[in-house]
């Protein structure tokens, strides 16, 4: 499955962004998908995942301000962001399969401004 995240930009402190992760194949049998983001000079960070049945996981770092959804109707994951925060600034991936057999899409660029 081939993954395409969109909906980075820039953003103030305080705002909010919603990501989405277009597959170009059924996620519906997919048991996990997740986002992971990873800063400058920082290592990679799982985000949030969700599964087939619709558990979700934060890190607590986004606990409360991050909800992470699926529409398997429509093959795409998404990810709402609120109350965004400066070290929120990454560049964001979704991740299929991210336990097993990871397949990674193309990053999107979040940056928020203090």
């Known amino acids: 499955v081939q993954l395409q995240a969109s909906g980075g930009g820039l953003v103030q402190a305080g705002g909010s962004l919603r990501l989405s992760c277009a597959a170009s194949?059924?996620?519906?049998?997919?048991?996990?998908m997740a986002w992971y983001r990873q800063a400058p000079g920082k290592q990679r960070e799982l985000v949030a995942f969700?599964?087939?049945?619709?558990?979700?996981n934060y890190a607590d770092s986004v606990k409360g301000r991050f909800t992470i959804s699926r529409d398997n109707a429509k093959n795409t994951l998404y990810l709402q962001m609120d109350s965004l925060k400066p070290e929120d600034t990454a560049v964001y991936y979704c991740?299929?399969?991210?336990?097993?057999?990871?397949?990674w899409g193309q990053g999107t660029q979040v940056t928020v401004s203090s």
């Open positions: 991740v299929a399969d991210p336990f097993l057999r990871p397949y």
């Open positions: 194949g059924s996620i519906f049998s997919i048991n996990v």
């Open positions: 969700i599964t087939r049945s619709d558990k979700t």
